[in-house]
């Protein structure tokens, strides 16, 4: 109990300490019970054998784990050989999330940087016409590009009817149309932490490197990029692990040949085809994944500490 | 080669305009190769926007501006051989010092090595040999301020342009670079124009000094003639301290001006171009060319009420009521000689100005 | 400024802003235009017609969607107000509840929905409730909703929290209020914005939900992200595009108020 010191700003203080714990109940319980326990609950799954209709049998076995990896099982007759069928699953959906997050990048950042520059009046504005996409249903968004996107849709109407292909390109049910529906769903989470990394840079410094013979790609090379690191960084990441997990795209989008994690792991838990610990094998290895990218990204937060 | 001075900079009729508001008016000038110059005024007077034409951040809206004879408003800044002394130094935070100040260097094609060694003779030129691996972060901002000078120094511009550099630092530090400045622009040869608006700094340190106000040039001359003889009201309000007031000349010989000032009192002194028998003209007499006495001396005195007297450390400042005249202001040293001067209050004075000391101003 | 004096501009930014705005906004102004497509296919145009928007309402599908919608806006509705509540409560201990061992943890929990992907979050809670046998149904959706919710209640309120200078519960208490007077007649009006903010911020992201959603809900039941989902899964159909239209404008009319909400905020 206690006042004890104020910390950081003037909004920082103790004036309700004695009640935090009370105030802390709710959340505690809430999100304990609905999220902490599950997760809990979920690891041990993953480590149970599957039922026949979906959920499981309190029977202990790696067997899930094993299924992922393994051709006959680490613990079955023979040689246990690597199984590529869902690490292979894994791997693409690495790459598809990458391949998001670069051209995330390569329109996010002209467009934050531009923003970012436009006069104070107008600049709330821009930064508006950006995110409002983003408050509209993320299904409805993604329903939006695949019916722009068909092969009898819009776009190809348009552009046949322009007279600039003879036939509908076919886009839905390819890689780029999934690369599409990511980039659509996340570049929001791009654009922003760009966009006020880019607000917080002095422009003396370009300034400064113009007047010792820079050219403006070399500035933006040499001064600007390592200024708005951090926010490039938090871009990447908030376009990177929603589009590792990411389900809505790829089902809708990619169809069945463009199967990701998020669709595998969907697949254990619809019907009577299921099988749940494989499911909850398959998202720990996600988490893991997601954890292990934070936790180095902290860690190296930690150790550039106040660089400027 | 004429045996006159090289011109490096040259502004001819220089207008900047945004929209309907013009900042700077046909301004024209011609700085000196390995000269110390300086452009002085108030803000808001054009003197950055000038500075930043010459480096290329600006556009000249009318005009031409010549380094060496070669016109280069056409140029962008990363072409132009000038650099910049930023008023807040603008180091690049993410790299050393020595990175700083090599960057000019490998700009413009040298290798890292090659950079590395150049810049490395600049800080010890500044004495900062010491800190060439840390970062500007971690250094005071007199530290930051030479490194910013090395790193504009070390790719041998023609000309460097110094904006305020020495605004942010305290007094006796500012006073220190003062002299440092002069030692090295003396030391390199380089034509160095400043900014500033402070005038004992332009005094202490020009060669020749740019008046500027509201975009127009007012006076362009050695530190001496600026100060002793101010053109206008202006200049000589801004430089230095002065004695400001209105007379009526009544006659004018052979080149001398008598003037009334009021309560039938009178001077003679220079006459200037534009003043005419019968006009109203502003004087400008500066407070330590005045002489206070007891009485009356050979040459003209005029007749007064002292005031109040003020103690100011170094000098004793004198407030003086001439007889139907202005208010005056007096300055005497504060040595033996000047305190046997000194009246008290509510006592009659006269005061005797130098000569040469009174001004007429042309508007 | 022309481009040779101006170090900030570079070509070719400009341009890709305008194009990454039309790939944001041309799906939705397509679908949009063609909820008005008098057509039967989705395929051809034939001229403005509202027999879609009619067709929601009264149509086969009419019941299904009506029911959806209710669930989705009733359980956005709780769940936001509930999530705000516990939000506000949580951001008073930590903001204004002074140092102590249990803080940093707490905020790390609070952020744990946004952190975790939203599948991994989906399967976990599924597992939970099988495993306690939570029957799927409502209500599992509303608790769901609930918890994930309250990181996203959460932002909003403890930024605006920390904007308040603790001068003026001081102030209060000086008066002779004591500390739950202060809350309640000091802190919780300056706070409303963000309240609000928060509010909204849940409200949309319950409506909007669809994987944690689909995981838990069962058979029996649909909101209408899944309802959406589902009818997608059978076909593109054209009233569709009206339901998707209707979202939208909702979507506007949220950001709207949440921004002329902010505008208001006169203690800036």
């Given at each position: 109990?206690?006042?004890?010191?104020?910390?950081?700003?003037?909004?920082?203080?103790?004036?309700?300490?004695?009640?935090?714990?009370?105030?802390?109940?709710?959340?505690?319980?809430?999100?304990?019970?609905?999220?902490?326990?599950?997760?809990?609950?979920?690891?041990?799954?993953?480590?149970?054998?599957?039922?026949?209709?979906?959920?499981?049998?309190?029977?202990?076995?790696?067997?899930?784990?094993?299924?992922?990896?393994?051709?006959?099982?680490?613990?079955?007759?023979?040689d246990p050989k690597l199984q590529w069928t869902y690490i292979s699953i894994f791997w693409r959906s690495i790459w598809q999330a990458g391949l998001a997050t670069i051209l995330s990048l390569l329109i996010g950042?002209?467009?934050?940087?531009?923003?970012?520059?436009?006069?104070?009046?107008?600049?709330?504005?821009?930064?508006?016409?950006?995110?409002?996409?983003?408050?509209?249903?993320?299904?409805?968004?993604?329903?939006?590009?695949?019916?722009?996107?068909?092969?009898?849709?819009?776009?190809?109407?348009?552009?046949?009817?322009?007279?600039?292909?003879?036939?509908?390109?076919?886009?839905?049910?390819?890689?780029?149309?999934?690369?599409?529906?990511?980039?659509?769903?996340?570049?929001?989470?791009m654009v922003l932490p760009i966009y006020a990394a880019v607000e917080r840079y002095n422009f003396t410094l370009s300034e400064a490197a113009a007047d010792l013979y820079a050219t403006k790609w070399t500035t933006l090379r040499r001064i600007l990029l390592p200024a708005v690191k951090p926010g490039v960084i938090a871009g990447c990441i908030l376009v990177f692990v929603p589009s590792l997990g990411a389900f809505l795209a790829p089902d809708l989008l990619g169809g069945a040949k463009n199967f990701m994690i998020g669709s595998l792991i969907e697949e254990q838990f619809k019907g009577n085809a299921g099988n749940w610990p494989f499911g909850a094998a398959a998202s720990m290895i996600l988490l893991s994944m997601v954890m292990i990218i934070l936790l180095i990204l902290s860690s190296q937060r930690r150790r550039a500490g106040v660089d400027q | 080669m004429d045996d006159a001075a090289k011109i490096a900079v040259d502004v001819r009729d220089v207008y900047k305009r945004y929209g309907d508001v013009t900042v700077l008016h046909q301004i024209s000038l011609a700085i000196y190769d390995n000269e110390f110059f300086t452009l002085l005024g108030p803000s808001g007077c054009g003197k950055t926007t000038l500075l930043r034409m010459i480096a290329g951040f600006e556009d000249v809206s009318q005009g031409g501006i010549y380094l060496f004879g070669d016109e280069i408003k056409a140029l962008p800044p990363h072409k132009r051989p000038v650099n910049t002394v930023f008023q807040n130094y603008a180091l690049f935070p993410h790299m050393t010092v020595l990175e700083n100040v090599g960057f000019g260097l490998e700009m413009k094609g040298r290798s890292r090595a090659e950079a590395a060694k150049r810049?490395?003779?600049?800080?010890?030129?500044?004495?900062?040999?010491?800190?060439?691996?840390?970062?500007?972060?971690?250094?005071?901002?007199?530290?930051?301020?030479?490194?910013?000078?090395?790193?504009?120094?070390?790719?041998?511009?023609?000309?460097?342009?110094?904006?305020?550099?020495?605004?942010?630092?305290?007094?006796?530090?500012?006073?220190?670079?003062?002299?440092?400045?002069?030692?090295?622009?003396?030391?390199?040869?380089?034509?160095?124009?400043?900014?500033?608006?402070?005038?004992?700094?332009?005094?202490t340190m020009s060669d020749r000094i740019a008046v500027m106000s509201a975009g127009e040039l007012q006076q362009l001359g050695a530190p001496r003639d600026i100060y002793e003889y101010p053109r206008n009201m202006f200049v000589a309000n801004f430089i230095g301290d002065t004695n400001l007031f209105e007379v009526s000349v009544n006659k004018i010989t052979n080149g001398r001006a008598q003037c009334h000032i009021g309560g039938g009192q009178e001077l003679?002194?220079?006459?200037?171009?534009?003043?005419?028998?019968?006009?109203?003209?502003?004087?400008?007499?500066?407070?330590?060319?005045?002489?206070?006495?007891?009485?009356?001396?050979?040459?003209?005195?005029?007749?007064?009420?002292?005031?109040?007297?003020?103690?100011?450390?170094?000098?004793?400042?004198?407030?003086?009521?001439?007889?139907?005249?202005?208010?005056?202001?007096?300055?005497?040293?504060n040595t033996e000689r000047g305190n046997k001067r000194l009246i008290e209050p509510g006592n009659p004075a006269f005061v005797t100005m130098e000569a040469g000391a009174a001004r007429l101003l042309a508007d | 400024m022309s481009a040779r004096t101006d170090v900030k501009t570079y070509s070719g930014f400009q341009f890709t802003t305008i194009l990454c705005i039309l790939i944001l906004y041309a799906p939705l102004i397509v679908v949009t235009v063609y909820s008005f497509n008098a057509s039967e296919s989705i395929t051809t145009w034939r001229g403005l017609s509202l027999r879609w928007y009619v067709d929601i309402f009264v149509g086969p599908e009419s019941a299904k969607f009506q029911q959806a919608a209710i669930n989705s806006f009733s359980i956005a509705i709780i769940a936001a107000t509930l999530a705000t509540a516990i939000a506000t409560?949580?951001?008073?201990?930590?903001?204004?509840?002074?140092?102590?061992?249990?803080?940093?943890?707490?905020?790390?929990?609070?952020?744990?929905?946004?952190?975790?992907?939203?599948?991994?979050?989906?399967?976990?809670?599924?597992?939970?409730?099988?495993?306690?046998?939570?029957?799927?149904?409502?209500?599992?959706?509303?608790?769901?909703?609930?918890?994930f919710c309250i990181p996203f209640a959460y932002l909003p309120i403890q930024a605006r929290m920390q904007g308040i200078e603790n001068t003026y519960e001081h102030a209060a208490m000086d008066l002779y209020a004591t500390k739950a007077q202060a809350f309640r007649r000091i802190l919780l009006p300056l706070m409303m914005p963000g309240i609000i903010s928060g509010f909204l911020l849940a409200f949309i992201v319950s409506l909007d939900d669809f994987i944690i959603t689909n995981f838990v809900k069962g058979a029996g039941i649909e909101t209408l992200p899944t309802a959406i989902f589902?009818?997608?899964?059978?076909?593109?159909?054209?009233?569709?595009?009206?339901?998707?239209?209707?979202?939208?404008?909702?979507?506007?009319?949220?950001?709207?108020?949440?921004?002329?909400?902010?505008k208001s905020d006169n203690t800036k």
């Open positions: 109990m206690a006042g004890g010191a104020v910390s950081g700003g003037s909004a920082a203080s103790d004036t309700y300490a004695e009640a935090r714990q009370w105030l802390l109940v709710p959340s505690w319980l809430v999100l304990g019970i609905f999220v902490l326990a599950p997760v809990c609950v979920m690891v041990i799954y993953s480590f149970l054998t599957k039922e026949f209709r979906g959920g499981v049998i309190w029977d202990p076995t790696l067997a899930a784990y094993d299924q992922f990896f393994f051709d006959r099982g680490l613990f079955g007759d023979g950042f002209p467009t934050a940087y531009y923003i970012a520059t436009r006069p104070s009046s107008t600049r709330t504005l821009w930064v508006f016409l950006i995110t409002i996409p983003y408050w509209v249903n993320l299904l409805i968004r993604t329903v939006s590009m695949k019916f722009l996107l068909r092969d009898e849709g819009p776009l190809n109407g348009f552009l046949m009817n322009v007279g600039l292909i003879n036939d509908p390109l076919h886009i839905i049910n390819t890689n780029l149309a999934v690369q599409l529906g990511l980039f659509y769903s996340y570049l929001p989470f | 810049a490395g003779e600049m800080l010890e030129l500044v004495q900062l040999s010491k800190f060439a691996k840390r970062k500007p972060a971690q250094l005071s901002g007199g530290q930051q301020q030479r490194v910013a000078l090395a790193r504009a120094l070390a790719p041998s511009p023609k000309v460097l342009l110094l904006d305020e550099p020495l605004s942010a630092l305290d007094l006796k530090l500012r006073k220190a670079m003062q002299i440092e400045l002069k030692h090295i622009q003396r030391e390199t040869g380089i034509t160095f124009i400043f900014v500033t608006h402070d005038q004992e700094e332009a005094l003679t002194t220079d006459a200037v171009d534009g003043v005419a028998v019968g006009s109203k003209v502003n004087l400008s007499v500066r407070p330590e060319r005045m002489i206070l006495s007891h009485q009356s001396s050979d040459g003209e005195s005029l007749k007064g009420t002292v005031t109040e007297n003020i103690f100011i450390g170094t000098d004793i400042t004198t407030l003086v009521d001439l007889d139907g005249g202005p208010k005056i202001t007096i300055r005497t040293s | 409560a949580a951001a008073t201990a930590i903001v204004r509840g002074g140092k102590y061992r249990l803080r940093t943890p707490s905020l790390g929990l609070i952020s744990l929905p946004i952190m975790v992907p939203e599948i991994v979050l989906a399967v976990a809670t599924l597992i939970f409730f099988n495993f306690i046998g939570f029957a799927r149904g409502y209500m599992t959706i509303l608790v769901a909703h609930i918890a589902g009818s997608v899964k059978q076909g593109l159909k054209p009233n569709i595009m009206a339901i998707s239209t209707m979202l939208l404008g909702l979507s506007i009319v949220m950001v709207t108020i949440s921004y002329f909400v902010s």
